[in-house]
């Protein structure tokens, strides 16, 4: 049923009162049900399991999820670890003769969204040019589990449309 025919016994309305006296139902937003704490590497590595996205503890502490086209690192940075930081890079490369090419679909990516802003980073060793996908978000004021599920899902999400559309519509790996 569309929402704007739901009753006023609906639990997930809210009904507010507009000047002219007319009554429009709102969708009421889900709220989490857990307790807000700080963000930690101990409940990011829970979200990730709670969502069965397999992953790696590195030396620095940082989690990393291994997909065929891609990895994904997530990581907290900042002064006090409050900044969630979820880094994609996709395994392939593109030549350096690729250069503008490289910067061009990175561009574009950024130009027509919003979530995970595309970089070429520094040639690798072996002179190609590695594409990376990142989101940083600042959680001094802590989460519930929720939000970090949903972000965490939402970003793997993301950073697997970014590498496929790095090898299909944007034509670079």
């Known amino acids: 049923m569309a929402w704007w025919r739901w009753g006023h016994d ?4 809210d009904e507010t009162e507009s000047e002219g006296g007319l009554r429009v139902q709102l ?15 101990e409940r990011i590595g ?8 397999r992953h790696l503890t590195d030396a620095d502490g940082a989690l990393l999820a291994l997909w065929e086209r891609h990895a994904v690192l997530f ?9 969630l930081v979820v880094r994609a890079r996709a395994h392939a490369t593109t030549p350096q003769e690729w250069s503008e090419r490289a910067y061009a679909a990175a561009n574009e990516w950024n130009h027509a ?8 980073g520094d040639p690798t ?16 004021a802590g989460a519930h589990d929720e939000l970090i599920d949903e972000l965490i899902d939402c970003a793997a999400a ?11 519509d944007a034509g670079v790996l």
Request: charged share 25%; no cysteine; proline share 8%.
């Open 113 to 120: 969204r919003r979530f995970m802003k595309a970089y070429v």
């Open 10 to 13: 609906n639990p997930h309305r």
């Open 27 to 41: 969708p009421r937003q889900r709220r989490g049900t857990g307790a807000v704490g700080p963000v930690t590497m």
């Open 158 to 168: 993301v950073a697997a449309t970014y590498v496929d559309w790095l090898h299909s």
């Open 46 to 53: 829970a979200s990730l399991s709670r969502q069965e996205i």
């Open 125 to 140: 060793e072996r002179g190609g040019l590695p594409f990376y996908a990142e989101m940083q978000v600042p959680f001094l």
């Open 75 to 83: 990581t907290l940075e900042g002064p006090d670890d409050e900044i």
